[in-house]
């Protein structure tokens, strides 16, 4: 759209804000005739002045006006910003049954012509098209709304209902597809209110699943698998429950979503069990169908497999299941499925360490379905970590999506691999940031927590920030490393067993095990601890501190890095750790050169 007359760009996102000429003219203080000459190109806009005050009106970015891009754009024709985002919630927010006791129901859409709107809905989600899908939504959930109270006492009211229903769901996925989670979560808890009075138990089948895919965005994998468990046990064939395609294909979406969310809290033995019944439940089925819109069957298990493993920090595993996928049955399926498992194997291939193949994979999901990866904040991530570790500028076509993407590759030296180790501490939760500004530094990060540090952090944020599974136990005999080999190591926050039992060379966990064997192999290690005033004041603790310096390790302990604080109040300090000086600390040792080894 770059190449377009400021006209015919002022003329589009009038359009995008669904906006007249005339309601545009009087917002601008102009004439309709004004108006439509500028969108003709027969008058020209040459004062700033007046291009910034479109802008406004517009609510855009006025690089978008002018032809250029704005520091950080995401394709602006296939995804959706922030004024869309809030026609929807508008639109959530109604509540038209409640109207309807105080004022008569305004003309409802015949609902023959719902269902094809709905229907049309469906078949834009399962081809991706977010963009065009979002900006219909609000019109689709008003007239749904509208639909719904208008056939409320009427024989009707039951399929009125039921395509509301449809229409919350397909608003749900759609924002959570978007990042939206939040408003995806009240849409998804909209349709299970209205799928009851539908009478469709299927319905509501469904609509448990889309809140437990709304709860999983959120970081709620608990409530999510057990919303997905209790629903399926409940909608399992036998027991008086046909096993017609229909319940089949709803059944075994919930039991691929629990799967997902079982594997999210890395437990891998539900994860098993429920694959099994899903499998059943697919073989049943006995080809991949698209009943309720959810593409159940064979085929997409498989995706649900590997996607699984990648939860579970097993790239190597997932990129096996991906290439044991029948090709015709794949390519059978519609463009959202199969460019989601693009992402999905993107993230596998990162977390074995082959980027390039990672970037194949985002640029054959873009490829399929554009808005799958420009739009989505998780297509962001796996593309911004292939870029960080990609050795010399990335390929012609990685740095084209990255420019579509409103992505920028800094082109930091490679530095290496650091291992950042967090403790069992309230300080841990933030070891993100860490994570961060040793990446922005060039270095590839790999994370490893103790086994008390684990309650604390986000497993699977970390392990998608950084590409790389979060390990906290010792792989057992045979396996393969899953993590390169350190250059260096960040302790933080250290904790009072950790260093004491360090200094001892006491190596019972991954964690110690991984710092006693870097001393051994002269690695720069960087410990920072975090502790409350008590502890830190213990005798064995300062001696455990004077005995690493003493084996070059740098310890950053004491009030010129971080005062102690009262025992009970390590929540209140978090904010104040100095992550960043971890950091500097780490390449000050780093750039002193090697030293010897204890």
């Known amino acids: 759209m770059d190449e377009l007359p400021i006209g015919r760009r002022v003329a589009y996102w009038r359009g995008r804000r669904k906006m007249s000429q005339q309601v545009f003219a009087d917002r601008l203080g102009k004439s309709k005739s004004w108006v439509d000459k500028v969108e003709r190109g027969v008058r020209r806009l040459d004062k700033?002045?007046?291009?910034?005050?479109?802008?406004?009106?517009?609510q855009v970015d006025?690089?978008?006006?002018?032809?250029?891009?704005?520091?950080?754009r995401i394709d602006s024709v296939n995804c959706i910003d922030?004024?869309?985002?809030?026609?929807?919630?508008?639109?959530?927010?109604?509540?038209?049954?409640?109207?309807?006791?105080?004022?008569?129901?305004?003309?409802?859409?015949?609902?023959?012509?719902?269902?094809?709107?709905?229907?049309?809905?469906?078949?834009?989600?399962?081809?991706?098209?977010?963009?065009?899908?979002?900006?219909?939504?609000?019109?689709?959930?008003?007239?749904?709304?509208?639909?719904?109270?208008?056939?409320?006492?009427?024989?009707?009211?039951?399929?009125?209902?039921?395509?509301?229903?449809?229409?919350?769901?397909?608003?749900?996925?759609?924002?959570?597809?978007?990042?939206?989670?939040e408003l995806c979560w009240l849409a998804a808890d909209r349709s299970i209110a209205v799928s009851q009075r539908a009478g469709d138990q299927l319905l509501a089948g469904i609509a448990s699943y889309r809140v437990g895919s709304a709860l999983l965005a959120l970081g709620r994998a608990r409530p999510a698998l057990e919303v997905n468990v209790n629903i399926a046990n409940r909608l399992a064939p036998g027991d008086g429950n046909e096993a017609t395609p229909e319940r089949l294909s709803v059944y075994g979406m919930l039991l691929l979503n629990g799967a997902m969310a079982a594997a999210r809290i890395g437990d891998s033995a539900t994860v098993r069990d429920l694959f099994a019944a899903a499998e059943e439940a697919a073989r049943?089925?006995?080809?991949?169908?698209?009943?309720f819109w959810t593409s159940f069957g064979p085929t997409n298990v498989k995706l649900h497999r590997a996607a699984a493993a990648v939860e579970l920090g097993e790239?190597?595993?997932?990129?096996?299941?991906?290439?044991?996928?029948?090709?015709?049955?794949?390519?059978?399926?519609?463009?959202?499925?199969?460019?989601?498992?693009?992402?999905?194997i993107a993230r596998g291939y990162t977390q074995i360490g082959d980027v390039e193949r990672a970037s194949e994979m985002l640029l054959e999901g873009d490829r399929l379905a554009p808005s799958e990866i420009r739009c989505r904040p998780i297509a962001h991530e796996v593309l911004s970590d292939v870029l960080r570790r990609t050795k010399g500028s990335p390929p012609t076509p990685v740095?084209?999506?990255?420019?579509?993407?409103?992505?920028?590759?800094?082109?930091?030296?490679?530095?290496g691999v650091l291992y950042i180790i967090a403790c069992g501490s309230p300080v841990a939760r933030d070891v993100g940031r860490l994570v961060a500004l040793a990446q922005r530094e060039g270095w590839d990060v790999c994370v490893v927590v103790t086994p008390d540090g684990r309650k604390f952090v986000d497993v699977p944020a970390l392990a998608l920030q950084t590409g790389h599974p979060v390990r906290t136990l010792y792989k057992n005999p045979g396996d393969p490393d899953v993590l390169p080999a350190p250059d260096a190591i960040i302790v933080a926050p250290a904790t009072v067993n950790t260093i004491n039992k360090w200094a001892c060379g006491i190596a019972d966990t991954l964690a110690l095990g991984l710092v006693v064997e870097g001393q051994g192999k002269g690695l720069p290690i960087v410990a920072m601890p975090y502790t409350n005033l008590a502890m830190g004041s213990h005798p064995a603790f300062r001696e455990s501190l004077d005995r690493l310096r003493g084996w070059d390790v740098t310890v950053l302990f004491g009030d010129d890095y971080f005062p102690l604080h009262p025992p009970g109040t390590g929540e209140q300090h978090r904010d104040m750790f100095p992550w960043e000086m971890a950091l500097e600390a780490l390449h000050t040792r780093v750039d002193a050169g090697p030293l010897g080894a204890p």
């Open 62 to 72: 006025v690089q978008l006006l002018l032809g250029k891009e704005p520091e950080r």
């Open 315 to 344: 790239g190597r595993v997932a990129v096996d299941t991906h290439e044991q996928i029948d090709g015709d049955a794949f390519a059978a399926l519609l463009p959202e499925r199969r460019a989601h498992h693009f992402i999905d």
């Open 48 to 58: 700033f002045s007046v291009v910034y005050e479109i802008a406004d009106v517009l």
């Open 284 to 291: 049943q089925l006995g080809s991949d169908q698209n009943h």
């Open 399 to 415: 740095a084209e999506l990255a420019e579509h993407m409103g992505l920028e590759y800094d082109g930091v030296v490679d530095r």
């Open 82 to 181: 922030q004024v869309e985002v809030e026609e929807i919630r508008a639109a959530l927010e109604r509540y038209d049954q409640i109207s309807a006791f105080f004022f008569a129901p305004t003309q409802a859409l015949p609902l023959p012509e719902m269902r094809k709107a709905v229907s049309h809905a469906w078949l834009t989600y399962q081809h991706a098209k977010y963009g065009v899908l979002a900006r219909a939504l609000p019109k689709l959930l008003r007239d749904g709304q509208a639909a719904d109270t208008a056939y409320a006492d009427h024989e009707k009211s039951s399929e009125a209902a039921h395509l509301l229903g449809q229409i919350y769901q397909i608003a749900s996925s759609t924002l959570r597809k978007l990042g939206e989670h």
